[in-house]
């Protein structure tokens, strides 16, 4: 009895092809219903992934639905218009035709006529993929020139529009916006009069000052209207810091300034001495409260601050809500924070030493540097896989070579993926059989301990054990409200 061809059908429009004529959504759905009828196949569902790019498979919900659907057996066979709705991608297309030979499933396009039922079709789909990876790569390539050379011309390419400027839909042009004019000044004034991005910032929080598209202000968003020379009638491609060899700066066409020029450049050469200043990095592990404490006030992160005065380094934390202006949380030392958390494990209840659980803690340790050692391993196939598709592709080996090759790797492969489930599996059992008591009696030890550990030491066990700790300062002291103990 001849097999029933259970058929899922493809459809993928972007944003760009909406505009074009065969491309539709319904167009594509039509022919692709003819043609399914036409072969006797019987049509399980249509996969309709809406204005997503066809670049990668990732982000495309119906592309995941349809191999979902081939993995279980429910389609063994796909149908799309053409090649590159499913795919633009040569590695994306090697991995689908490799899927859906493993799982028994062919799939056609209507457009080129493919059928990968045999190993014509299957060599012409890489042919094809091959070249639809090449012209969505020149696409980038002269969509990015285009902009370049329209930027060279002194032409503002962002359609988006900008703080100062409001941009004119259908003129391709930009004009000020008088009342952000003035805006702009102040940001420059303040700034050369010696505030922080943080604290204009919080500033414009505070009083309610609108940005361009109704959000907060941020230290980021000051810093990138502070460096922008669009503000002094110059139009810029690309930044300095990101790609020095192609950023480039020129007069802008038609572009009205609305910051003085000597007062962007004294701006700018502030910021440049700043950098300088505060180019020093300092090890995390010094700052190990961060990221574990939470402000209790407002339930918003905490950032942490390291600088050194006369050979001394000072650290300290403070609620990010609170630098833009959100909560009048106060900022504190790290000293500060350290005595509440000692003083905080004082209240815990002392327990008598459990053996079992350092013993566990030895074997979960022995568990996960076996489990590397073989993630290690995995990553080398992984690798020899790209390998030998590269020389597939390049006709370096036949495809029984190939096929032959991929074949004993991927035995190797579930080998070592078996045994890191199995090691998952054990270890999970060890700890899932520690208790909130086990905690507390391992924050005991932790307590006597404390003063003997390094600080990346202290990093480790706060990352490892606690989820947040609850602060507020009162005058001059920091209380802990709570520390919540991850479940182990």
């Not at 006797?40 to 495309?60: A, E, F, M, Q, T």
């Not at 030998?388 to 036949?398: A, H, K, P, T």
């Not at 004993?408 to 993926?417: A, G, P, S």
């Not at 030491?457 to 005058?475: C, G, H, M, S």
Request: hydrophobic share 30%; net charge neutral; charged share 35%.
């Amino acid at each position: 009895m001849e097999e029933k061809i259970v058929t899922g059908i493809y459809i993928r429009v972007s944003t760009e092809d909406q505009a074009k004529d065969g491309f539709s959504i319904h167009a594509q759905r039509e022919k692709l219903t003819k043609y399914a009828e036409a072969n006797d196949w019987h049509i399980y569902d249509y996969y309709v992934d809406d204005g997503i790019s066809g670049k990668n498979l990732d982000g495309r919900p119906e592309v995941t639905r349809l191999l979902n659907d081939v993995k279980e057996g429910k389609v063994n066979n796909v149908l799309i218009y053409k090649l590159d709705r499913l795919t633009r991608s040569v590695r994306d297309l090697i991995y689908l035709i490799e899927l859906f030979e493993k799982h028994s499933c062919t799939f056609n396009s209507q457009t080129e006529k493919i059928d990968t039922s045999n190993a014509v079709g299957r060599m012409f789909v890489k042919i094809i993929g091959i070249f639809a990876e090449f012209e969505r790569e020149n696409l980038a390539e002269r969509v990015s020139f285009g902009y370049e050379q329209k930027t060279r011309e002194g032409n503002y390419t962002n359609t988006n529009g900008v703080y100062g400027y409001d941009y004119i839909i259908g003129e391709n042009r930009i004009e000020v916006n008088e009342f952000e004019r003035e805006l702009v000044n102040k940001i420059f004034d303040l700034y050369i009069d010696g505030e922080s991005y943080f604290k204009i910032a919080r500033a414009f929080n505070a009083e309610n000052v609108p940005t361009k598209r109704g959000g907060h202000w941020s230290a980021t968003t000051i810093k990138s209207i502070i460096n922008n020379p669009l503000y002094i009638g110059k139009v810029r491609y690309g930044l300095q810091e990101k790609n020095k060899d192609k950023a480039f700066t020129v007069d802008g066409k038609n572009i009205e300034p609305i910051v003085d020029e000597d007062k962007w450049n004294l701006a700018n050469n502030i910021v440049d001495t700043r950098k300088h200043y505060c180019s020093r990095r300092y090890p995390s592990e010094n700052s190990y409260y961060f990221h574990i404490i939470k402000c209790d006030k407002c339930d918003g992160h905490i950032s942490a601050r390291q600088q050194t005065h006369k050979g001394k380094l000072y650290i300290s934390y403070r609620c990010n809500n609170s630098a833009r202006g959100f909560c009048d949380a106060k900022c504190f030392s790290h000293n500060l924070m350290e005595n509440a958390f000692l003083e905080y494990l004082d209240t815990l209840e002392t327990l008598k030493p459990d053996k079992s659980i350092l013993e566990n803690k030895k074997i979960v340790n022995s568990y996960e540097k076996e489990k590397e050692e073989i993630e290690k391993k995995i990553t080398k196939l992984e690798e020899k896989k790209k390998s030998v598709r590269s020389q597939f592709i390049n006709d370096l080996i036949s495809i029984d070579e190939y096929k032959s090759i991929i074949d004993e790797i991927e035995k190797q492969e579930n080998m070592w993926k078996n045994k890191v489930a199995t090691l998952i599996e054990d270890t999970t059992n060890i700890v899932e059989s520690y208790t909130y008591e086990d905690v507390k009696e391992i924050v005991t030890n932790i307590k006597l301990n404390w003063k003997h550990l390094t600080n990346k030491e202290r990093q480790q066990f706060l990352e490892r054990f606690v989820d947040n700790i609850k602060v507020y300062k009162v005058k001059n002291k920091v209380k802990i409200k709570c520390i919540d103990f991850k479940k182990l």
